[in-house]
Nanobody, 116 residues
């Protein structure tokens, strides 16, 4: 089965930066389109950014210009560089395939908390 391990979250002040990592195993990472998702308390889970197997990227309007998604296929690792963090970025961040099935497995996520 697919295993996903997110890391790199923490507590930062507004305007600060974090770099999240996700190590994927149990699949063929190099050919999967991958995404970062987040879920804040009381809010719907949302897709933040995604990257194709070939390296093309897309971003949600809320993070465009501030976040950068990247991947290292030699390490089966997905990254999310988060700059100019805002209070509304506070959430648990998850990685997964861009195209999900209802039975998709999720990791534990990593908590990002932005304070003023």
């Amino acid at each position: 089965q697919v295993q996903l391990v997110e890391s790199g979250g923490g507590l930062v002040q507004a305007g600060g930066s974090l770099r999240l990592s996700c190590v994927a195993s149990g699949g063929i990472f190099s050919i999967d389109h991958m995404g970062w998702y987040r879920q804040a308390p009381g809010r719907q889970r949302e897709l933040v950014a995604w990257i194709t197997a070939g390296g093309y990227t897309n971003y949600a309007d809320s993070v465009k210009g501030r976040f950068t998604i990247s991947r290292d296929n030699t390490k089966n690792t997905l990254y999310l560089q988060m700059n100019s963090l805002k209070l509304e970025d506070t959430a648990v961040y998850y990685c997964n395939r861009r195209y999900l099935t209802p039975s998709a497995s999720w990791g534990q996520g990593t908590q990002v908390t932005v304070s003023s």
